[in-house]
């Protein structure tokens, strides 16, 4: 495996500034659940913890392939793809560590990795991604997708990496719909005897081991002009591996 080394990894604000992460995103970053939804208002710092979730996966895990979701391609270009060269860490010589190829929508790593963009412009569209395997798939704006395109993309998620388990995390306002029942307020079948869960609460359907989490995020929660940088990897005990 390639050597390890630790980058900064972190959160900047609109100006370029090492700013901290809300007390939320550090929770979510942290989160040992299969599938979570980091939902609410606008501004609440969804996106960022995203585009970090992906960052880290990339940089930590060789050879990890890692899908960013939007549901269309001009969402993607206008929304996530600038504030993800702004949130990619430089090495000593100042340079990204993840190098973009606009051919075919990827972030490279150096240690193997790749960030691959999607999008969904139609409802079958889910069909292009039929051979894909990712150790980590992120959507944002996911209540933009329909329950049948977001199991597909879910069938796509797998580690085949020893001791490192597959994620999905997902951004987006739960209003209503699949989303809410499968996140917020899941049904009597889905719950069985369970209680139903409240934010913040790790449960399993049926008391199976496909863990699910909802974190609620408010414009609030942000935390501007915080005095340092706070390092995601370095906070929860990881390393950087690259080549």
């Known amino acids: 495996m390639a050597p390890s080394i630790e980058l900064d990894v972190g959160y900047v604000d609109a100006l370029g500034r090492p700013t901290a992460p809300n007390p939320k995103q550090a929770q979510a970053h942290a989160s040992p659940t299969l599938e979570l939804l980091y939902g609410g208002a606008a501004f609440g710092g969804k996106t960022d913890f995203l585009i970090l979730e992906a960052i880290r996966t990339a940089l930590s895990v060789p050879g990890a392939h890692v899908a960013f979701f939007r549901r269309t391609l001009l969402e993607l270009k206008k929304s996530v793809l600038g504030r993800f060269h702004q949130l990619i860490p430089q ?3 100042g340079r990204p560590v993840l190098t973009w190829n606009g051919a075919d929508y990827t972030f490279h790593g150096m240690n193997g990795s790749e960030i691959q963009f999607g999008y969904c412009d139609h ?3 889910v069909e292009h ?3 894909a395997q990712w150790i980590l798939l992120c959507i944002d704006q996911v ?3 329909s329950e049948a395109q977001y199991f597909y993309l879910l069938s796509r998620v797998r580690s085949r990496f020893p001791g490192v388990e597959p994620r999905v995390r997902l951004a987006a306002n739960p209003k209503g719909g699949w989303l809410k029942r499968r996140f917020v307020r ?3 079948e889905d719950l069985g005897p369970l209680p139903l869960p409240a934010p913040f609460d790790i449960w399993s359907p049926h008391g199976r081991t496909l863990t699910r989490q909802f974190i609620p995020a408010y414009p609030t929660d942000n935390t501007e002009g915080a005095e340092s940088r706070s ?3 370095r906070a929860h005990g990881g390393t950087v591996a690259r080549a």
Do not use: H, M
């Open 129 to 131: 991604y039929r051979g």
């Open 123 to 125: 409802a079958d569209d």
């Open 231 to 233: 390092d995601v990897l």
């Open 143 to 145: 209540e933009d997708f």
């Open 91 to 93: 090495d000593t010589r």
């Open 186 to 188: 899941p049904t009597p």
